[in-house]
């Protein structure tokens, strides 16, 4: 009886020499449990711990179980690296930026930009922009504009302006250092400058006059335009003001004249601006003619408006 007992003894401390406690840290999860299994491999195989070949797993697969084995699996996920015009997929585990670069095949230049610090650890979905810089330096010349300067002229009419002199830009000589992000240029920085061509100031004289006379007539008036006139006759309509067409009525932009202004055009006479029309934009002006062979000999003319007081 005491040989059974020795027996079944020895029996039962080998049984408890084979199994061991491990713990199990995946996905998340810890799981602790004492088993019979071999290998590491053999543990997640029996815990349905399906593995990726992109998976990290620590101790190896092929790691004999110890007591109070900790097996730490770490997932692998994809990042995506972009770079050259390119977009790869790199499957990885968290690893410094860098190490995902490099097993990309992206060398980085010295002013190359990264979206991502280099020694931060990559993490699932993460997405890696590569931005190339380059630079250089290179001289240009560029255009030196020209100022201008108004002068009085007392014998131009209020709103008229005359050119004295013409101005002519200068040039300017330059090195300039030019920044370029992925080949497009994001940065120009002047690094010197000569004026090898000075600017000519333009000299423009402008009209003071406010009265002036014709024939007879003694015009008081706020400024006189220049204004492209075309004419038109009956068309079945009123004008915009409500009014019946007729001669002295002229249709205008109200940016430029305001409805119900008086005003005093050469070749037609005193006029009100009471219409305006779709094709009438800036300095334009239509006047009314009472026949269609008169407004084809008015034709198409420059004139001056005087916008009476």
Known sequence: ??????????????????????????????IEQRTFKQTVGEVLEANNIQLDP?????????????????????????????????????ISIPVKVENVLQQAGIELGERDLVSANLDDLTSGGQVIKVTRVAEETMEVTTPVP????????????????????????????QVVKVTYHDGEEVKREVLSSELIKPPVKEVVARGTITSVSRGSLRLDFQRVMMAEATAYTYTGRNTATGKRPAVGLVSVDPKVIPMGTRLYIEGYGFATAADRGSSIKGNKIDVFLESKEACIKWGRRWVKVYVLK
């Open 54 to 90: 992109h998976d990290q797993v620590t101790p190896g697969l092929q790691a004999a179980v110890k007591e109070n084995m900790v097996i730490n699996v770490v997932r692998a996920f994809p990042v995506t690296v972009i770079a050259d015009g390119e977009t790869r997929e790199i």
């Open 1 to 30: 009886m005491g040989i059974g007992i020795a027996v079944i003894t020895l029996t039962l401390v080998t049984y408890s020499c084979l199994e061991k406690s491990v713990t199990i840290k995946v996905d998340g999860k810890v």
């Open 146 to 173: 020209y100022s201008r300067e108004y002068v009085n002229d007392n014998n131009l009419e209020m709103g008229l302006t005359r050119t004295v002199s013409r101005g002519k830009p200068g040039q300017m000589r």
